[in-house]
């Protein structure tokens, strides 16, 4: 899609230019399209290169943001052009003390209808938005691609799943891509929990494992999916896992700065819809 | 690690009955970490320990699995004894092949053979690839913080400082007594309640181990069981000590029923405390009395029993019939409360004095009579199903005891929890006035509503359990157990592997993890508190990446005694 | 190690809590009730202390189902520990759910097993459940993670 001089395009970049001049920050990272329409990721340091900036595809920058600031000079601040999920990952970064938070600021950018689409995103648009307009989002378990994985009949969806898992070569797009995956080491490449030199993957073992390790954290960002050379839907995993927080805990992942995930937490500061807690006494019948 | 001694015990055939242990000492042969293994008759007969514990100690085995009883058969004593003769108590590991094979697999002698030495594999599995945690030893610091100088305080005090210790007293009040200073006279013996208190002000006053520390206001709170650190302010003034171990007795607040019977808008309508002052007082002579009780109690908001207004009741309407013999007293109520027999005959001396009982519905609550002054209580008698008119020139309201609004703020600064409605909470009911800090303890009227009777005898319990912590002198972490024996072992970190993500810290039922930063680019690592650590294995549950672990049941072992459970 | 394998029940794994699943198990071993070989037990010191990870790994191992036996939410010996471990654990099986290999593969067994006779009516309506399912072998794609 090409939105070179959209009106959300000229407002990112106003914006970025701003904050390189009045020293708000020191870089700026984006997408640039460069010699020969090559687009890569970017860190912005003087506002006339903020010309080249543009907005399109789709890229996440929340994790190669903290490796930034990881090896910066300590007081480097940077400004990062997001989309509603890549905030989200920002979000649970800061959270788990991976990004500090004054040092990082957000221009957010609401994603287009086609784009939600594609995703199947329930909501394209981050908390603060800077320019674009709010879509709404559409709820993934309308779709059939989904709904074939999460809902209905057990020995299909048995057969599906292992269908695409076994298409597994192990290569370790979902982790390396996954904003929220940044143990190093990763427990995935441990012997003891996952077999070495097993492929495809052991499903059981890798997928699981990954899968529940993100299961209070993960943003619905799709970048293990968009990842994946063999086209597993791996997003599918965590889907009903964030439907199950939203129902029972009105917990999405990534919208709030202050709450820690409500597992974590007993039942008296993080209550369960539905669920009465007895006193000890009455438990004893 | 190859050197593990395997002994397997027939306990005089009940085991090799059905398991055949000589067909699983064929198997081990094939277990490369076990060096020898041994079948024996029995082992926790006094000559056995001693020749197993010599053997042991002779071989330099480094490791033993005893497969044998259960922990709660005799399998514990067997440990113990090996321990008292030597052998140290990390290195044997128990399994349990009679109750949990041998006798419930009567049917099954090849099941259950199989699966004992599944059982005794995974045991060699797990002993041999353990480490120990890392323990601490503290002193503990002699001294003692209490919070609150009413009847639980004052008692609590008293009997710390008799023991040798010293005591710091503090009250948000200007003097001690609590609320007993407000009180006429205390039941079940009708005792001057000053004189009551009279003995404990003594010793506050005189004792020199006692400091007492009037208008005051704790600040913070920092540190573990054996050596807190507590900044308050008393009277204006900043201080700072540091106690052992602290005592929370800071009671409760009567309820003040706004809304409920006219209170407030009609005169002569008053509460339980207000007319202890005016019996205090002695001036007045009352004629036509009625008790309402329950008010504001017992009810969906505050669903509990306050215990002290029925008994306070009676105790001030027989004071009242004391005064005025013509008087005529009525104590309006849902159920009178009065456990155990001496209030039982109290109750029944109320009735011999003329004081009558009337019970009401909760759905059918008695209304007050009179605008300016209160003439009269009309009230549904649920006994007799009529509806009688009592004369009244005065209603006293019996209203529960409720928890400070201070509690919350305390508790917040002392990392305690508050029940759901607002009192400190005890932890899991078999260590009464313990909460999940160790070396803080809550009593009286503060933990539960109680009589200053009650406060007392809960004072002096605290007291004791501050003074068996104090007597130690020296602790180890791994003492502060909540269950029979040493601490199973101390969550430990791998600082290599942690990312710092704050999951432990958040998931401590203990508060025992805290992040700390380690350089100035904004790296954290998690740090557990070993006074604190209980060893629960939350942490190590939530730990992404495996950094936490508890030595004694770490990850490695756990997975290879998973891949030969079967 | 593929020997004589004298079980053919489906095969349970039971991580129990020292306090309340274990006594359960004791109880029964005392009155030697009568129940199927098919079952081991890894005593733990709390059922906070199950990783789901470690769950995982028992399935992909050889057991059909896995028991975490725990206390009763409010009986803990530990606090509150047993309320993150259940919310994690009832997490875990939607997850089972999600890829269809099945939330019952998983049985959460808090404070249902502390005397003899149920941590017996446990373990055989569990093993009843589990024979009804159909076999985990394609979810593990190599037998070489047994042994």
């Not at chain 2, 009592?390 to 600064?413: E, K």
């Not at chain 3, 050889?62 to 206390?71: E, T």
Request: proline letters at 5%.
């Amino acid at each position: 899609m090409r939105e070179e001089r959209s009106p959300m395009l000229e407002e990112v970049k106003r914006l970025a230019k701003t904050a390189l001049q009045e020293q708000r920050v020191e870089g700026v990272l984006g997408l640039k399209k460069d010699v020969g329409n090559v687009i890569q990721p970017h860190i912005f340091e003087r506002s006339d290169d903020l010309d080249a900036l543009v907005l399109e595809p789709k890229w996440l920058f929340a994790k190669l943001a903290m490796k930034i600031l990881r090896v910066s000079d300590t007081g480097y601040r940077l400004a990062v052009v997001c989309r509603g999920c890549d905030e989200r990952a920002i979000v649970e970064l800061v959270k788990r003390n991976q990004i500090a938070e004054n040092s990082i600021m957000t221009i957010g950018i609401a994603c287009g209808d086609a784009q939600a689409a594609a995703c199947l995103c329930e909501r394209p648009y981050p908390e603060n938005i800077a320019a674009g307009e709010k879509k709404q989002g559409v709820d993934p378990f309308n779709d059939e691609r989904v709904r074939q994985f999460l809902v209905g009949d057990t020995s299909e969806r048995v057969a599906r799943w292992l269908r695409v898992l076994r298409r597994c070569i192990k290569c370790y797009g979902c982790r390396n891509s996954c904003p929220i995956c940044i143990c190093e080491p990763c427990k995935l490449e441990d012997d003891t929990w996952v077999p070495k030199g097993v492929i495809p993957a052991e499903m059981m073992c890798f997928h699981l494992i990954r899968a529940f390790h993100l299961s209070d954290t993960c943003v619905a960002c799709g970048a293990c999916q968009d990842a994946c050379p063999v086209g597993i839907p791996l997003l599918n995993l965590q889907l009903s896992m964030r439907r199950t927080l939203t129902e029972k805990f009105c917990y999405e992942a990534g919208i709030d700065r202050e709450r820690k995930s409500p597992i974590l937490r007993n039942f008296f500061d993080e209550e369960e819809k539905g669920r009465d807690i007895p006193d000890w006494v009455s438990s004893l019948e | 690690m190859t050197d593990v001694r395997v002994y397997l015990c027939r306990c005089f055939s009940e085991v090799d009955r059905t398991v055949d242990l000589e067909r699983i000492q064929e198997r081990l042969l094939q277990n490369a970490s076990v060096a020898s293994s041994t079948i024996v008759d029995s082992l926790c007969l006094d000559s056995d320990i001693q020749r197993v514990a010599a053997e042991i100690k002779e071989s330099g085995a480094e490791r033993v699995v005893i497969a044998a009883c259960s922990t709660m058969g005799r399998g514990d004593s067997v440990i113990e004894g090996l321990a008292e003769e030597g052998v140290d108590r990390f290195a044997i590991h128990l399994i349990d092949i009679r109750e949990g094979c041998a006798w419930i697999h009567q049917d099954e002698p090849e099941g259950a053979t199989f699966k004992a030495w599944n059982l005794i594999d995974m045991g060699v599995s797990l002993v041999a690839k353990k480490d120990r945690s890392d323990d601490v030893t503290i002193r503990v610091r002699p001294e003692v913080l209490i919070i609150g100088a009413g009847p639980a305080g004052l008692a609590a005090a008293v009997m710390v400082a008799k023991l040798g210790y010293t005591v710091h007293c503090l009250d948000r009040a200007a003097h001690p007594g609590g609320m007993l200073r407000f009180i006429s006279r205390s039941y079940p013996n009708d005792e001057d309640a000053v004189l009551k208190l009279a003995p404990y002000l003594d010793e506050i006053h005189n004792n020199a181990r006692i400091a007492f520390y009037p208008q005051a206001r704790v600040e913070t709170v920092t540190g573990f069981a054996g050596n807190f650190t507590v900044r308050f302010s008393s009277g204006g003034q900043e201080r700072w000590i540091r106690p052992g171990a602290i005592i929370i007795a800071t009671g409760a607040m009567v309820y003040l029923p706004h809304g409920l019977y006219r209170y407030g808008e009609t005169q002569n309508i008053i509460t339980q405390m207000e007319l202890e002052r005016r019996l205090q007082s002695e001036s007045d002579s009352i004629q036509n009395a009625v008790f309402v009780q329950c008010v504001g109690a017992r009810i969906p908001e505050r669903p509990y029993c306050s215990t002290i207004c029925c008994p306070a009741s009676i105790k001030n309407a027989m004071r009242i019939v004391e005064k005025n013999p013509d008087a005529r007293v009525s104590i309006v109520h849902r159920d009178i409360m009065m456990p155990g027999s001496i209030l039982e005959d109290y109750y029944r001396r109320a009735m011999l004095q003329g004081v009558q009982f009337v019970r009401y519905r909760d759905d059918m609550l008695p209304a007050i009579k009179g605008y300016e002054q209160v003439r009269a209580v009309e009230v549904h008698d649920s006994i007799t199903g009529t509806t009688r008119v009592l004369d009244a020139d005065l209603v006293v309201l019996s209203t529960p005891l409720v928890p400070n609004p201070d509690n919350r703020y305390l508790a917040d600064m002392l990392g305690l929890q508050c029940d759901r409605y607002g009192f400190f909470r005890e932890i899991y009911p078999l260590h009464p006035l313990e909460t999940r800090m160790e070396g803080i303890f809550i009593c009286g009227s503060a933990r539960w509503p109680v009589s200053s009777d009650q406060a007392i005898v809960q004072g002096e319990a605290a007291a004791m359990k501050v003074i068996s912590l104090l007597g130690k002198g020296e602790v180890a972490a791994s003492s502060f157990s909540r269950v029979p024996g040493q601490k199973f072992g101390h969550a430990t970190v791998n600082p290599d592997r942690c990312t710092g993500c704050g999951n432990c810290v958040a998931v401590c039922p203990f508060d025992a993890c805290t992040l700390q930063e380690i350089e100035e680019k904004y790296t954290y690592i998690s740090r557990v508190n070993k006074m604190r650590c209980k060893a629960c294995g939350n942490c190590v549950a939530v730990c992404l990446n495996g950094a936490m672990q508890v030595p004694e049941h770490n990850y490695r072992a756990v997975v290879e005694m998973i891949k030969r459970a079967f | 190690m593929v020997e004589e394998t004298t079980v053919r029940e489906p095969k349970i794994l039971i991580f129990a809590c020292r306090w309340c699943g274990l006594i359960g198990a004791d109880g029964a071993g005392k009155k030697r009730m009568s129940l199927p070989a098919n079952f081991r037990i890894i005593p733990v010191e709390c059922a906070a202390f199950v990783e789901t990870d470690a769950i995982i790994r028992a399935l992909a191992s050889g057991s059909d189902g896995v028991i975490v036996m725990g206390c009763h939410v409010g009986g803990c010996r530990f606090n509150d520990a047993n309320h993150a471990a259940i919310k994690r654990l009832e997490l875990f099986q939607v997850l089972l759910e999600a890829t269809a290999i099945g939330k019952e593969r998983l049985l959460i067994s808090f404070g249902t097993a502390h005397e003899g006779h149920q941590f017996s009516d446990v373990i055989q309506n569990y093993t009843t459940v589990l024979r009804e399912l159909p076999p985990i072998d394609p979810w593990i794609s190599t037998l070489s993670v047994r042994r």
